[in-house]
C-alpha cells in the first residue's frame, strides 16, 4: 500500500488545480473591436449581442468583449475639427489612391496590441482572440492582425480597407495564419467598394485566409453579414462544437 505525505497530497493537489486552470483557459477567448471615424466604443458595444442573436455559442461567458475609444484628433476632411479617430483622412470618398496616415495608422496598431497583451495576460491565447473594426477601426484592425507576431484567432473588417499597403509586399509570418472576414457594401459611397478586392487580393497573396462578403448596401452593416459574420467568429473561437 502506498502511504501519501502531506507534502504529496499537495503536489496532487497544486497539479489537479494547474490542470483545471489550464482546461479554463482553454475555453477563454477575447474579441476586439474598432468603432469607426466619429463614432464611439457604445456605437458597437451591443455588436455582442447582435452576434449571439444569430449564434447561441458566442453568448459564453468565457468570451471577453473589448471596444476601445479612439482618441478625439484633428480630421482634416473636416476642416480640421476634432473628433473621435483613429487616424487623419485626407480624401473623400476614401478611394484606393487616399493617402495614408502613417504615424497614426502604426499608433492605432499599438493600441490593439496593448488590448491584445491584457488579453494574454488574463490567460487567453493568441489564437482565441478575435480583433476586427468597422471603416477606419477596420483598417487598423488589418493592419494590426497581419503584423503581429502571432496567429490570431482570426481578423475582421466591415467596411474597411487596408491602409499602409506597401508594407504587406513580403512574408507575413505567423500572422498569415489568421482567417479574415471581410464584409463591403457595393453601393459604399464612404469607403469604395474596389477596396475590398484590393485588400483581399494582397492579402490573399500572401497566404492569408480570406472570407469575403459584398452586400446591397452602403456604408454600414447588413443583417445578413451580421449572420455571417456570427457563424465565423463562432466557428473561430468554438470549432468543435
Given at each position: 500500500m502506498?502511504?501519501?505525505?502531506?507534502?504529496?497530497?499537495?503536489?496532487i493537489?497544486?497539479?489537479a488545480?494547474?490542470?483545471?486552470?489550464?482546461?479554463?483557459?482553454?475555453?477563454?477567448?477575447?474579441?476586439?473591436?474598432?468603432?469607426?471615424?466619429?463614432?464611439?466604443?457604445?456605437?458597437?458595444?451591443d455588436?455582442?449581442?447582435?452576434?449571439?442573436?444569430?449564434?447561441?455559442?458566442?453568448?459564453?461567458?468565457?468570451i471577453?468583449?473589448?471596444f476601445?475609444?479612439?482618441?478625439?484628433?484633428?480630421?482634416?476632411?473636416?476642416?480640421?475639427?476634432?473628433?473621435?479617430?483613429?487616424?487623419?483622412?485626407?480624401d473623400?470618398?476614401?478611394?484606393?489612391?487616399?493617402?495614408?496616415?502613417?504615424?497614426?495608422?502604426l499608433?492605432?496598431?499599438?493600441?490593439v496590441?496593448?488590448?491584445?497583451a491584457?488579453?494574454?495576460?488574463?490567460?487567453?491565447?493568441p489564437?482565441?482572440?478575435v480583433?476586427?473594426?468597422?471603416?477606419?477601426?477596420?483598417?487598423?484592425?488589418?493592419?494590426?492582425?497581419?503584423?503581429?507576431?502571432?496567429?490570431?484567432?482570426a481578423c475582421v473588417?466591415l467596411?474597411?480597407?487596408?491602409?499602409?499597403?506597401?508594407?504587406?509586399?513580403?512574408?507575413?509570418?505567423?500572422?498569415?495564419?489568421?482567417?479574415l472576414?471581410?464584409?463591403?457594401?457595393?453601393?459604399?459611397?464612404?469607403?469604395?467598394?474596389?477596396?475590398?478586392?484590393?485588400?483581399v487580393?494582397?492579402l490573399?497573396?500572401?497566404?492569408?485566409?480570406?472570407?469575403?462578403?459584398?452586400?446591397?448596401?452602403?456604408?454600414?452593416?447588413?443583417?445578413?453579414?451580421m449572420?455571417?459574420?456570427?457563424?465565423?467568429?463562432?466557428?473561430?473561437?468554438?470549432?468543435?462544437?
Amino acid at each position: 500500500m502506498r502511504i501519501h505525505t502531506a507534502r504529496t497530497y499537495l503536489s496532487i493537489l497544486a497539479s489537479a488545480a494547474a490542470s483545471t486552470c489550464s482546461a479554463a483557459d482553454k475555453m477563454k477567448a477575447g474579441v476586439v473591436f474598432l468603432h469607426g471615424l466619429g463614432d464611439t466604443p457604445a456605437g458597437w458595444s451591443d455588436l455582442k449581442h447582435q452576434l449571439a442573436r444569430f449564434d447561441a455559442r458566442l453568448k459564453s461567458p468565457e468570451i471577453e468583449w473589448t471596444f476601445p475609444a479612439a482618441p478625439t484628433i484633428p480630421i482634416t476632411i473636416n476642416g480640421g475639427a476634432t473628433m473621435p479617430g483613429w487616424f487623419d483622412l485626407f480624401d473623400w470618398p476614401i478611394g484606393p489612391d487616399a493617402k495614408d496616415d502613417r504615424a497614426r495608422v502604426l499608433q492605432g496598431v499599438e493600441a490593439v496590441k496593448t488590448q491584445i497583451a491584457k488579453l494574454e495576460a488574463r490567460g487567453v491565447a493568441p489564437d482565441r482572440i478575435v480583433v476586427g473594426g468597422f471603416s477606419q477601426g477596420g483598417a487598423i484592425a488589418l493592419n494590426a492582425a497581419y503584423r503581429h507576431d502571432k496567429k490570431l484567432g482570426a481578423c475582421v473588417a466591415l467596411s474597411g480597407w487596408l491602409t499602409l499597403k506597401e508594407d504587406f509586399s513580403g512574408d507575413l509570418g505567423a500572422a498569415k495564419g489568421t482567417p479574415l472576414f471581410w464584409g463591403h457594401g457595393v453601393h459604399d459611397d464612404k469607403v469604395l467598394f474596389p477596396h475590398q478586392k484590393i485588400g483581399v487580393d494582397l492579402l490573399t497573396q500572401r497566404g492569408v485566409a480570406v472570407d469575403a462578403s459584398q452586400y446591397a448596401m452602403g456604408h454600414g452593416a447588413h443583417p445578413d453579414e451580421m449572420a455571417k459574420l456570427a457563424k465565423f467568429v463562432g466557428d473561430v473561437l468554438f470549432p468543435e462544437s
